[in-house]
């Protein structure tokens, strides 16, 4: 069982950054990907980064060049970095991490709402 509660969303100016973070417990050992997803209203979900245990990563087109994914191992915690924030990146965001189990499972975060305007 793994349990993610994410923080660090609210309202930004475009332009501004904000931080996002996701903090993983439980069955931490299982967890090989994880990643932050998106969904704006009347939009299906879809995934804005991911990244590894081994590191790689993965990015949307749309928000190539300006996000970040991270991790800490030693704080069970993912980070993405957002920089300069577009209206179009408003939207409920998602912690997600997928584990190797019996079976494999999905587990995702409450959401966190991410709010671009001036």
């Known amino acids: 069982q793994v349990q993610l509660v994410e923080s660090g969303g609210g309202l930004v100016q475009p332009g501004g950054s904000l931080r996002l973070s996701c903090a993983a417990s439980g069955r931490i050992f299982t967890i090989y990907a994880m990643g932050w997803y998106r969904q704006a209203p009347g939009k299906a979900r879809e995934l804005v980064a991911g990244i590894t245990n081994g590191g790689r990563t993965n990015y949307a087109d749309s928000v190539k060049g300006r996000f970040t994914i991270s991790r800490d191992n030693a704080k069970n915690t993912v980070y993405l970095q957002m920089n300069s924030l577009k209206p179009e990146d408003t939207a409920v965001y998602y912690c997600?991490?997928?584990?190797?189990?019996?079976?494999?499972?999905?587990?995702w975060g409450q959401g966190t709402q991410v709010t671009v305007s001036s």
């Open positions: 997600n991490a997928d584990t190797r189990g019996d079976p494999d499972e999905s587990y």
